[in-house]
């Protein structure tokens, strides 16, 4: 994270959910957490894994010049800007917005086979660059909210 002087806020890029799981997300502007349930809408939610994060810079890792990818395309729902993956580790605690907290599960992924997304973009980068998130603390996150790393150890 940013020390002193400099500014390299992390932040919520893009939010995107969808009512199935493995499926490209639709974006939205908002989405409230809930402990139980985790996004509000999104299929994630009834799974250990309640939220997925991916970071857009990582798209550049699979570029191509005719092909066209978008937040949510991966069936992330929190797609960020600015944060670094290399301090993420199992139990790592993230602030989002005012309240909201999440505490990292699960770091990459197996991708099934039959996989939607990467039959579709041709690649799936979730497996090598996406975490799993389970939520600690409800709230209401927007596009644009501030994203802190809290601590790596549990209470």
């Known amino acids: 994270m940013a020390q002193g002087n400099e500014v390299n806020q992390a932040t919520v890029y893009r939010l995107s959910i969808s009512a199935e799981l493995a499926q490209k997300k639709q974006n939205v502007d908002r989405v ?14 009834a799974t250990w894994r309640q939220v997925s994060l991916l970071p857009v810079e990582s ?24 944060l670094d993956f290399a301090q993420i580790e199992i139990g790592t ?14 770091i990459g992924k197996e991708c099934h086979h039959g996989c939607i997304i990467r039959q579709t973009v041709g690649d799936c980068i979730m497996p090598r660059e996406g975490v799993f998130a389970r939520v600690v603390m409800p709230g209401e996150i927007l596009v644009g909210d501030a994203i802190e790393i809290e601590t790596s150890e549990l209470p």
């Open 93 to 106: 605690r993230l602030k989002l917005g005012k309240d909201a907290r999440l505490e990292i599960v699960q």
């Open 59 to 82: 798209f550049a890792k699979i570029a191509h010049p005719d092909l066209v990818i978008q937040p949510g395309d991966f069936a992330e729902n929190i797609t960020t800007q600015g």
């Open 32 to 45: 409230r957490f809930d402990c139980e349930r985790g996004i509000i809408g999104d299929a994630h939610g």
